[in-house]
T-cell receptor
């Protein structure tokens, strides 16, 4: 149980285009999902907290107009990287926290590797 | 959220116990200690979490000092597949934002 998927696993896009990454909790409902970014040989950096049915909360220094987050259902959150540039190339990882179980661990997706050319 | 400090790397012989320390001297009373690991190019995997008492599950044991300023993750019989970066995180149980530190790279050697 507690499986989180991400789609796509890898994506290559041209500079200036937008890319959407999906994060799904497959066997549980998640009122809260999180998005992280990880550069090579670095740790995960929290980008934003996504709550179902409300606007995402972004960490300091993360551009909310560039990284659009939508959490439209209890099992799906999406991250859209708008007008991507090579410096946006990174490993993007989502996590989800099960709702209503009193359980506070987060379950992570396998990650999406974005390369902007 | 409390900052955590971990050694950058550790070695462990296969079959032996791996003891990974974490310092969280500024942890507050309502922050849990979580441990995750990340195998290369994958998402982090949940291992264990605790508040005050020692915890054990099928993967590991978590020992938290009485003053809660530090903890140790114990993998009782390390295998080559346990080679990963291990992260210790202190986070509020009800708000639950995770701020990852740099973690410990555990190298399990045959």
């Amino acid at each position: 149980g507690a499986v989180v998927s991400q789609h796509p696993s890898r994506v290559i896009c041209k500079s200036g285009t937008s890319v959407k990454i999906e994060c799904r909790s497959l066997d549980f409902q998640a009122t809260t999902m999180f998005w992280y970014r990880q550069f090579p040989k670095q740790s995960l950096m929290l980008m934003a907290t996504s709550n179902e049915g409300s606007k995402a909360t972004y960490e300091q220094g993360v551009e909310k107009d560039k990284f659009l987050i939508n959490h439209a259902s209890l099992t799906l959150s999406t991250l859209t990287v708008t007008s991507a540039h090579p410096e946006d190339s990174s490993f993007y990882i989502c996590s989800a926290r099960p709702a209503g179980t009193g359980s506070y661990e987060q379950y992570f997706g396998p990650g999406t590797r974005l390369t902007v050319t | 959220d409390a900052k955590t400090t971990q050694p950058p790397s550790m070695d462990c012989a296969e079959g032996r116990a791996a003891n990974l320390p974490c310092n969280h001297s500024t942890i507050s009373g309502n922050e849990y200690v979580y441990w995750y690991r990340q195998i290369h190019s994958q998402g982090p995997q949940y291992i264990i979490h605790g508040l005050k008492n020692n915890e054990t599950n099928e993967m590991a044991s978590l020992i938290i000092t009485e003053d809660r300023k530090s903890s140790t993750l114990i993998l009782p019989h390390a295998t080559l597949r346990d080679t990963a970066v291990y992260y210790c995180i202190a986070a509020l149980y009800n708000f639950n934002k995770f701020y990852f530190g740099s973690g410990t790279k555990l190298n399990v050697k045959p």
